[in-house]
């Protein structure tokens, strides 16, 4: 094995985490969250426009209003998570590029000025960063349980009423609970994903 | 600091990481991204539906067919890294789920028979794994140099005739070169990403 990183951390991140499904009774806290994003917010995004925005719901009332656009099947696993995160783009990320990006400020005014161009590279590369962060929450010893299956334009309208974010995933987060993993699906070999040219 | 992932793992994908501009003239073997795959394979998608392909880009020929469709400020790393990744989203992902999710394999012909249902669902997953690849990488002790600057429909046309998959990211794969490094630009703080309801 020439790979780098132990494998004890190999097996936190990858070979032994899964997507929990049900959760323990054990709060998380924000400073828990906040060092996930001290981690993850170094991971590299196109032209350093890191457009994710993450939107922790953690009181009742906050629960509430997001459990009702989770689809049927994820409402039981998002009421019973201590937290859970709506991960979402920021569609005005290039208001923050002249201080994200000194080399090149003027990005702002010209290859991000229209707005259909920042949202497909701001989509595309939040969507990288919620890759991250869903190692990150790993990272922290937690378990992550991420979830497409909810009204995205309901979530909207809800958190981002002003339209100028668009949610792309929602991520329940805490300890696992009883029974909170399926059996480990198969996964495609090598040989079919990867191809040497 | 309640992280359960050691400071040097931290260090190795998060910290001290950093998109490399120049690569050292040592190759990176097929062994090394089959040590990646295995690991980053695990990484969750919604349904497992796993669409991500990976195009290897390693022969002079094959260089030369992927640097004409770089961007020009792309051409001299991407000639120079001793190993390119054409990460591409396989539309036609859903014939495998019958082995990939055989809790329901049903959804082939169901919720995935419509092709703008996979490649939105494809799309948004594969780019998932591109975050969690571009970390893998890291994890092997590699340095990453992901790039969204190419042109697009010429990689598709030139690496995927058959119209089945469409690339996302281009990553030059190696160890660091001389000067490989920008400096660190600034993150957005906590305050400004994240929001507890």
Redesign the interface.
Known sequence: ??????P???D????E?H?AHTFADEPVS???????????????T?F?Q?P????????P??RARLVQHMSEGNRPKTSGAPLTAVLSVDLEFHE?LP?????APGLKDTFFAEAETREA?GT?NA??????F??GIR???LA?G?M?GFDRDGVDKE?FGDGKQKS??VVNIGKPGEDAY?P?????P?E??????
């Open positions: 094995m020439t790979v780098a990183l132990d004890a951390a190999q936190l991140l990858f070979r985490a997507t924000d400073e828990q969250m906040r060092e996930v994003y001290e981690m993850v917010k170094y991971a590299p196109a350093n890191s994710l925005r993450i939107t922790l719901v953690r009181s009332e906050a923050r201080e994200l990006l000194p080399r590279h595309f969507t990288l960063q919620a890759g991250y869903i190692l990272a922290a010893g992550a991420p497409s958190f792309l995933l399926r480990r699906s198969p996964r495609l090598y079919d994903v990867c191809t040497t040219l």
